[in-house]
């Protein structure tokens, strides 16, 4: 990989029906991932990806990249991904994410959500904006944690109101079908997740029962990153 870009930070019951809005019976449980990262099937690095309770509801969800094979470690490249979110009538609701992507240079992104005004706020350095915000709307960084609680209480099919740099994007996903798929933590008969409302390549390999995030995970915005599960632990 030549630049180490800012992931789909990294990214899967109910009756066959897409909701505006998932629901999820039950909160999330904390644990921690540890992923193999690659680039066009050649290794570049690391992902630990972690989701820590605050207490009365609020978490903080972070997955952070560290390059270290071929160029991706000669420039010391590395990403760092973090989203605090609420859980809030059964859904999680981001409150913050910030994002910080090193490697020729420093890249960052700060959003902010004032639920008492219901306005989103987003600065990168450049051209910062503003919008309204949505119940249950998350971010890029925990948009795979959604689907992957969403699959849990048995969706097939979901639309996810996802906070991006200027608006609200109503993005939908569908499970494609089931699947054998070999990672370094093991073989799994996985449910296939693929993104149903744009070119933009994005699939991931889900076992819902088991890991609240993909075991796999294959995404073109952001830099055509692969992520192979290769440890899950929870408490």
Known sequence: MLTLKRPLPLVAGFALAVFTTASFATPPTPFTAIY?????????????????????GEYEYSNQIQGTSGLAAALGANSSDVTRFRWNNNAPETESYTSEVKAFKVK?????????????????????????????????????????????????????????????????FKVQGTESVQVPAGSFHAERVSRADSDKRYEAWYVPKQFAVPVKLAQSDGGDLTLQLVHYSSP
Do not use: F
């Not at 005004?117 to 987003?122: L, P």
């Not at 600065?123 to 925990?142: F, I, L, W």
């Open 108 to 172: 960052q992104r700060a959003m902010r959500v004032n639920w008492a005004t219901k306005q989103v706020s987003v600065d990168d350095g450049k051209n910062p904006s503003t919008y309204a915000a949505q119940p249950g709307m998350v971010d890029r960084n925990t948009l795979p944690l959604a689907i992957g609680l969403s699959l849990r209480n048995g969706s097939q099919s979901m639309t996810m109101p996802v906070g991006v740099k200027q608006q609200i994007e109503q993005q939908r």
């Open 36 to 56: 193999q990262v690659s680039r066009d099937g050649e290794a570049m690095g690391n992902a630990t990806i972690t989701l820590k309770s605050l207490g009365n």
